[in-house]
């Protein structure tokens, strides 16, 4: 089974020559994605002999999985791992994210953090916000997970060939997460050791989230067109429909009009009708799209 481990990196000088040393001990297909580095990631990564994809300027992490994913299916491997450049993961960890591919057990595997006692190495601050982002993913998709927003994953080739992640950010690992169940793919957690040490790189908390909600709201009104905007129609169109009939009641028995909830009536009218109308035009949008690719 030809296996690719592919490393989205950002000046990741300090930690990428270290890494790529202990993966060249089980594997020589290694891709390096530099993400317009300002040091010398890329030429570490060259003179170690891994195999280098180089933005010109920084994209962002979900750009670097996007040229990781385009690369891996470009050379026909059977299984993508993607492994941080921040030594946080563990070498010896690969061969379980990869054994549910190889026993096609799974197409998808994520090295959680949450399954064993190996949480305790994540500082609490982002331990709240990987739960609390991974329980908004839970929403969007037919899984429960521990852990969406592991960067240390196995693909399988048939992920790879029918998803083409979009996302530049960080809201990428929930994109993959909510197509891949919409497309029915297999979706398997293993536990991993976490590694965090004084080299190792955190992102932003707060930008991270906020891009993973966004991304969370994007792809799941794509995916769910009726569900994300059909539900919320209903509900303003029952209020309204409410606050109209009582509007129609008080002006048979008074003869007046009460402005204020003849008001509410209109306005939640009109926004049910407008959702309901976004429903059943992107519904079919995609409908057609998806036909399309067929």
């Not at 799974?106 to 006692?117: A, E, H, K, W, Y």
């Amino acid at each position: 089974m030809s296996v690719i481990v592919g490393i989205p990196a950002y000046n990741e000088e300090k930690n990428i020559a270290s890494i790529i040393t202990k993966l060249k001990k089980i594997t020589d297909k290694i891709i390096v994605c530099d993400d317009g580095s300002e040091d010398l990631t890329s030429q570490i990564s060259k003179d170690l002999g891994a195999q280098v994809i180089t933005h010109e300027k920084n994209m962002g992490y979900g750009a670097a999985i996007r040229s990781l994913f385009l690369k891996a299916k470009e050379l026909e491997c059977d299984v993508l791992v993607t492994f941080d450049a921040d030594g946080q993961h563990r070498i010896e960890d690969i061969e379980k994210v990869i054994k549910p591919i190889s026993e096609n057990e799974s197409d998808i595997v994520i090295g959680s953090r949450f399954l064993d006692d190996s949480d305790k190495e994540v500082p609490s601050y982002r331990k709240v916000g990987i739960k609390v982002i991974t329980k908004i993913t839970n929403a969007s998709i037919k899984k429960q997970l521990t852990d969406s927003q592991s960067g240390f994953r196995a693909y399988s080739k048939q992920v790879l060939t029918k998803l083409s992640p979009s996302e530049l950010g960080m809201g990428i690992s929930t994109e993959i997460l909510i197509k891949a169940s919409s497309h029915e793919f297999r979706i398997t957690e293993v536990p991993i050791k976490i590694l965090y040490g004084e080299n190792t790189s955190t992102h932003n908390p707060v930008s991270h989230g906020s891009s993973v909600l966004l991304s969370t709201i994007k792809f799941t009104s794509i995916e769910h067109p009726l569900k994300f905007y059909g539900i919320p129609s209903i509900v303003f169109l029952i209020i309204g429909i409410s606050f109209t009939v009582w509007t129609i009641q008080e002006y048979a028995i008074s003869g007046d009009i009460i402005t204020n909830v003849a008001i509410i009536a209109i306005g939640c009218v009109i926004v049910g009708v407008v959702l309901l109308l976004c429903a059943i035009l992107l519904y079919s949008l995609v409908s057609v799209m998806r036909e399309g690719k067929n």
